[in-house]
């Protein structure tokens, strides 16, 4: 069993039992899925760099990225029809626990002048979106390999009703918020 997803078992569950009165086991929030999301931008013109970001992006999630490609082409953009803009892998179950668990403990850590997670980074639903500057942070990139440096977007979804749940149920997991 995945360390984070024992963590939730045995000590965040009764945390959030007690602090939110549940009658019902299927009451308590979990998490249900994480979705990493890169966008191109003007990157997307050179496929070295395309397909670079594609790796980096596999070897971080796990996980096969599905490429998303535009609708429609729009000229003040320079996006022609098919053209790919960007990226994102969804994660579930065991291989959602073991990123987070590694993110919490190992990237977030390596982050330059990181204070904690921003609170305002909730959504009023339950689910919490952070945003990362550089994919460096992430020790299964090899720094000498970064063609480009591009950010990403984390969105953690879970079956929490409010932010204030959302909110235990993350820092409980261990996430670093700055409060």
Do not use: W
């Amino acid at each position: 069993m995945q360390k984070l997803k024992s963590i939730y078992i045995t000590k965040v569950c009764p945390i959030l039992v007690n602090e939110f009165l549940y009658t019902n086991f299927f009451e308590i929030p979990k998490i249900n899925k994480v979705v990493i999301s890169r966008g191109f931008g003007e990157s997307c013109n050179s496929s070295k760099i395309l397909e670079s970001l594609l790796v980096e992006l596999k070897n971080i999630s796990g996980q096969k990225p599905i490429l998303c490609k535009s609708k429609n082409s729009i000229s003040n953009f320079k996006v022609k029809k098919g053209m790919p803009i960007g990226m994102f892998v969804t994660l579930h179950g065991d291989k959602m626990y073991s990123f987070l668990d590694r993110l919490i403990n190992l990237s977030f850590p390596r982050m330059r002048d990181f204070n904690g997670l921003n609170i305002k980074g909730f959504d009023g639903f339950g689910n919490y979106n952070v945003g990362l500057s550089e994919q460096s942070i992430f020790p299964e990139i090899e720094y000498s390999s970064i063609l480009k440096n591009k950010g990403m977007n984390i969105t953690i979804v879970t079956t929490a009703k409010t932010d204030l749940e959302s909110f235990s149920l993350l820092k409980g997991l261990g996430f670093p918020f700055c409060v």
